[in-house]
């Protein structure tokens, strides 16, 4: 499914005209101006799966974030933005085959890592009121209470369950059970697993960050699944080898000059690893 057809960035004669419009010298950076006309980065032509690849510094999470901002994506974390931002927006234009599901997203790593954290923030909490109810069940249970009105109901109410329950039941009763936490890489694998639904569009922002290589494949599969017969659409921002042999992938060589589509084994940094372990061939003999 495509629902984003088309996306166009401004070329550096449209940003060069707008610094000599704003004539204003005091700011040392112009974000997101610069940073994908250095590579003459224009146009993007989407398939249901369409890959940004390419180095350090080259663009992949600004055209991601900027593509998100234009089409209006709901995001969790907010994004980089500066002053010029909505200038360079303006000067970007998109085109859609199909209205853009309300489920339609951008998933970042700081969203995959606010996730982990508030897990463990509400554990924490959890814990915290336990020890709480610990030190509650003893007073009420050996407290020498009467009831004398009906104010004194809940405090009654409490000193009863005390004297008739375990001290586990009885915490237990009173506490919602700990979330179960997942190391890291399970974590952020449920994470994009449980945000992801049918028919709808997806930015993906480098998600092989945390994920060992057994989940990269995983939610590699999954994305292409998702996309062959679920009605999703993919924009990816990646380095990982997993994600990009995504079959029927397009993938943009952010590292070109101009940008380029290139196929999978290609791509320089796949040849890196390529190398890597045909130089260490002998090892798995």
Known sequence: MIYLSEFTFPEREDETSFFFSIRRTCYDSFYPFGILSKHRFRRIDFEPVTILNGGNGTGKSTALNVIAEKIGLFRDTPGNRSNFYDDYLALCTQKCAHP??????????????????????????IDQKRETLFKEYLENKYAHFQLKS?????KLRKVNQARSKTQSRYVRKELMDNVREYSNGESAYRFFVEKMSENALYLLDEPENSLSAERQIELAEFIENSARFFGCQYILSTHSPFFLAIRGAK???????????????????VRTFYDFFQKHAHEFE
């Open 150 to 154: 009906i104010d004194d109901y809940e």
């Open 100 to 125: 853009l599901p309300k489920e339609s997203c951008i998933l970042t790593s700081d969203d995959v890592f606010d996730y982990m954290l508030n897990i463990r923030s509400l554990n924490l909490g």
């Open 251 to 269: 993938i943009y060589d952010l590292n070109e000059d101009p940008v380029d589509v290139k196929r999978f084994n290609e791509l320089p940094n």
